[in-house]
């Protein structure tokens, strides 16, 4: 499967933003996805997963209540809506997909990766 990200962009503090991950190649919902960002000299982190058919999630503690995971199947997109953004949640942001898994927070059991998309949030 080949996924393609976008959304990002220059935000205050704050403010919101829509990521988007659309997907193509394979059917969709043989997937649970995942979004993962990584900031400058740090590791990629999880943020937030969906199982394949949008009722399960998970997100993490540092963005909890703040981000919102979702999937569309019939256009085979998952989306991350963040709300009241912090400069610490800069970071190049990646969509993930995990292949035969229920749903997972675990980097390595994603198979496919996007390219990133850049999110810069400014105080």
């Known amino acids: 499967v080949q996924l393609q990200a976008s959304g990002g962009g220059l935000v205050q503090a704050g403010g919101s933003l829509r990521l988007s991950c659309a997907a193509s190649?394979?059917?969709?919902?043989?997937?649970?996805m995942g979004w993962f960002r990584q900031a400058p000299g740090k590791e990629r982190e999880f943020v937030a997963a969906?199982?394949?058919?949008?009722?399960?999630?998970y997100y993490a503690d540092s963005v909890k209540g703040r981000f919102t995971i979702s999937r569309d199947n019939a256009n085979n997109t998952v989306y991350l809506r963040m709300n009241s953004l912090k400069p610490e949640d800069t970071a190049v942001y990646y969509c993930?997909?995990?292949?035969?898994?229920?749903?997972?927070?675990?980097?390595?059991?994603?198979?496919?990766w996007g390219q990133g998309t850049q999110v810069t949030v400014s105080s």
């Open positions: 993930a997909a995990a292949e035969g898994i229920t749903i997972t927070t675990q980097r390595y059991r994603y198979d496919y």
């Open positions: 969906i199982n394949w058919s949008g009722g399960s999630t």
């Open positions: 190649g394979r059917t969709f919902t043989r997937y649970a």
